[in-house]
């Protein structure tokens, strides 16, 4: 049975829109079968897509992510998903304070469980290129620890 995964930042806007696209990339050039989706805690950007600098950077790498659009996640997730992973440990409290029982931290993938940092309150594009290496690492390493 295929896997599932959904990644959870707070927006859903600038950080777990590249997790999904970047998963979701390497889970098709390695022909494996996991579902993937990404979520935000807050409900400000419901329906809306990424943040330009998260577009810029993904296509920068090869990765389209611009028709990806925000939504909230909800409690059922927490039942329709294998592995619940948040970006930094704000996301993995609030989803604990929403009931989710195990909650993954991505920086515990490559990043000695370091936060990815919101890169909302960046000045411009300076600071997504770490952003998108960190979660490239992650990314791919927990991908590689469940695939089997
Ligand atoms: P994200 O970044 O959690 O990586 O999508 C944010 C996007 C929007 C807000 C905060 C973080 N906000 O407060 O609107």
Redesign the pocket.
């Known amino acids: 049975m295929s896997k599932s995964i959904i990644f959870v ?9 590249l997790a999904e696209g970047i998963a979701k990339e390497y889970i098709k050039s390695n022909n494996l079968d996991i579902y993937v989706e990404s979520a ?3 409900d ?2 419901i329906g809306e897509p ?2 330009e600098n ?1 577009i810029k950077v993904a296509s920068q790498n090869g990765i389209d992510i611009s028709m990806q659009r ?1 939504r909230q996640v909800k409690t059922e997730d927490f039942e329709k998903f294998d592995y619940i992973i948040g ?1 930094d440990d704000s ?1 993995v409290k609030n989803l604990k304070s929403l009931g989710c029982k195990t909650v993954i931290k991505l920086g515990d993938y490559g990043y000695e469980g370091k936060d ?1 940092p ?4 960046f000045d411009g594009f300076e600071g997504f290129d770490k952003v998108f290496s960190m979660i490239n690492t992650c990314t791919k390493n927990f991908i590689k620890t469940i695939k089997n």
Do not use: E, K, M, Q
Request: hydrophobic share 30%; glycine share 12%; aromatic share 12%.
């Open positions: 930042c707070l927006g859903n806007i600038c950080r777990s829109p935000g805690t807050g400000w950007h990424p943040c998260s925000a970006l996301n990815v919101d890169p909302y309150f």
